[in-house]
């Protein structure tokens, strides 16, 4: 097991301070993130929080995988790697060709 750690289904209201309390309880948090949105600042629900150890990372699994928190069921587990994204974000475009659309045509006809 790792010691970095996702936590899922938090209440919208836990905070970075908040969430690295939460794990202090279990042993020595290195970081501890909420995850949030870049528009409206606003927590995903979601966070990281790293263990100083491996051992201190499995009691914070067993412990708080499953239990409420805020009426909500913590999800708790070893953070994956971050799986690489295809394309290239989609989204809008700040100009360039695309797809041919701002191709010159090399007649008059379709």
């Known amino acids: 097991m790792g010691k970095k750690l996702y936590v899922g289904n938090l209440p919208f209201t836990v905070n970075d301070q ?3 309390d939460t794990f202090a309880q279990y042993g020595e948090v290195e970081s501890a993130k ?3 949105d ?3 600042g606003r927590s995903k629900g979601f966070g990281f929080v790293e263990m100083a150890t491996e051992a201190e ?5 067993s412990t708080l995988n499953g239990r409420d928190y ?3 069921p913590l ?4 953070a994956k790697p971050m799986a690489p ?3 290239g974000g989609g989204g809008r475009s700040s100009g360039g060709a695309r797809s041919g659309y ?4 090399s007649s008059g006809r379709y």
């Not at 999800?75 to 070893?78: D, G, I, R």
């Not at 701002?102 to 045509?105: C, G, I, Q, T, V």
Request: no cysteine; proline share 4%.
């Open 57 to 61: 990372a499995q009691a914070a699994v």
């Open 102 to 105: 701002d191709k010159p045509r």
């Open 34 to 36: 909420v995850i949030t």
């Open 75 to 78: 999800t708790v587990n070893e």
């Open 70 to 72: 805020d009426g909500r």
């Open 18 to 20: 908040t969430l690295f």
């Open 38 to 40: 870049r528009e409206t």
């Open 85 to 87: 994204r295809e394309g």
